[in-house]
T-cell receptor
């Protein structure tokens, strides 16, 4: 599986967009990018995933660069409840055994 | 639906003791997973299962065993507990290998 690199921490003002970067320069053609978040040591929560096209759902948008070597998770209007650790995971969608999370980015949304 | 439930929430073990962490899901998911999370770190996969009767090792399986006799249940067994197994344990399930994983609330285990 491709290794991911995320900044350890980021701050964001409440109501502004939060843009969380993830570098995955060794990604393979059949590897997907997944994003999860973990609030207050609860179980992680799925946010979004994609292969090469940009994706959007009710929680967030995922922008994947054309060369697929990096991606950005966008929370369009961050709230205090979005304060969490955000994990970017790259893995083949057909291999359940490759499912380890890295250390993630701690996002702090400030009033 | 309760989703994924785990018991117990907290447990303190003495070195050398054994215990079973319980995990149950009511979503009829074929895939189930066990992770551990050490303080300040990400989650590491211990074992996973792709259906009843089928299990396989993840990244850190040593010191653990699993079984999957039903679709709903995926217990994790710790034999001869060691301080290095002090961690928070999360169980998860998914409808398929590429689908989103649903996580339980975790079990906080301390081995002293």
């Amino acid at each position: 599986d491709a290794k991911t690199t995320q900044p350890p921490s980021m701050d964001c003002a409440e109501g502004r967009a939060a843009n969380l970067p993830c570098n995955h320069s060794t990604i393979s053609g059949n590897e997907y990018v997944y994003w999860y978040r973990q609030i207050h040591s609860q179980g992680p929560q799925y946010i979004i995933h994609g292969l090469k096209n940009n994706e959007t759902n009710e929680m967030a948008s995922l922008i994947i660069t054309e060369d697929r070597k990096s991606s950005t998770l966008i929370l369009p209007h961050a709230t205090l409840r979005d304060t969490a650790v955000y994990y970017c995971i790259v893995r083949v969608a057909t291999n359940a055994g490759k499912s380890t999370f890295g250390d993630g980015t701690t996002l702090t949304v400030k009033p | 639906n309760a989703g994924v439930t785990q018991t117990p929430k907290f447990r303190i073990l003495k070195i050398g003791q054994s215990m079973t962490l319980q995990c149950t899901q009511d979503m009829n998911h074929n895939y189930m997973y066990w992770y551990r999370q050490d303080p300040g770190m990400g989650l590491k996969l211990i074992y996973y299962s792709v259906g009843a009767g089928i299990t396989d090792k993840g990244e850190v399986p040593n010191g653990y065993n699993v079984s999957r006799s039903t679709t709903e249940d995926f217990p994790l067994r710790l034999e001869l507990a060691a301080p290095s197994q002090t961690s928070v344990y999360f169980c998860a399930s998914s409808a398929g290998v590429g689908y989103e994983q649903y996580f339980g609330p975790g079990t906080r285990l301390t081995v002293t």
